[in-house]
């Protein structure tokens, strides 16, 4: 018997995302569709709430109640409250007209702004360019389109050059930085 999921077993991981998307589902179903919304990316969820101020206290104390009962480890020195959190990597901060949250804005933070544009200018002084940083890269750039779709072809170009077959004068370990010089210079 264990307390926890193995995830050394190879089903270990399906089992959590099973599990999270039902808390999830259990969290959605107690509250106002239109007032109430969260996510969960691993195991750091993000929980959104709308109305007064008094509302969005009694719906927020819902939730967490319902996770407490649901036997979850909250890691309350984490958690955030106010009308802006930073979730992995991204910032997300609700404007309020009239007492309502009317309009909701995604940043990258400047830290993981930074550590892109330092990996791609270190990428781009490389001559060959190490293919196994460059996949790490391109994991970052991935994430980044997702906050940001706009990036998305950059991403594609990086993936691309990362996996592909080893070029003339290539290696399975290094590529020509000349392959991937356009979408390191756009995403800088």
């Given at each position: 018997v264990y307390r926890g999921i193995l995830y050394g077993h190879i089903a270990g991981p399906l089992v959590w995302a099973r599990l999270a998307a039902a808390i999830m589902r259990a969290t959605a179903s107690i509250q106002p569709q239109s007032m109430a919304g969260t996510e969960t990316y691993v195991d750091d969820p993000l929980t959104a709430v709308g109305g007064t101020c008094a509302e969005r206290r009694h719906r927020l104390l819902r939730i967490l109640l319902l996770w407490q009962a649901l036997g979850l480890h909250i890691s309350w020195h984490k958690a955030q409250l106010g009308a802006s959190a930073v979730w992995i990597g991204a910032k997300f901060k609700m404007r309020y007209t009239n007492g309502m949250?009317?309009?909701?804005?995604?940043?990258?933070?400047?830290?993981?702004?930074?550590?892109l544009e330092q990996e791609?200018?270190?990428?781009l002084r490389q001559s060959p360019c190490d293919r196994a940083?460059?996949?790490r890269f391109a994991g970052l750039c991935s994430w980044v389109a997702s906050v940001v779709p706009a990036a998305r072809v950059f991403s594609t170009m990086v993936w691309a050059a990362a996996t592909s077959k080893p070029a003339k004068g290539e290696t399975d370990d290094h590529i020509s930085p000349a392959r991937v010089k356009l979408p390191l210079r756009?995403?800088?």
């Open positions: 949250g009317d309009r909701l804005e995604l940043t990258i933070t400047p830290e993981k702004l930074a550590k791609a200018q270190e990428l940083r460059l996949r756009w995403l800088i």
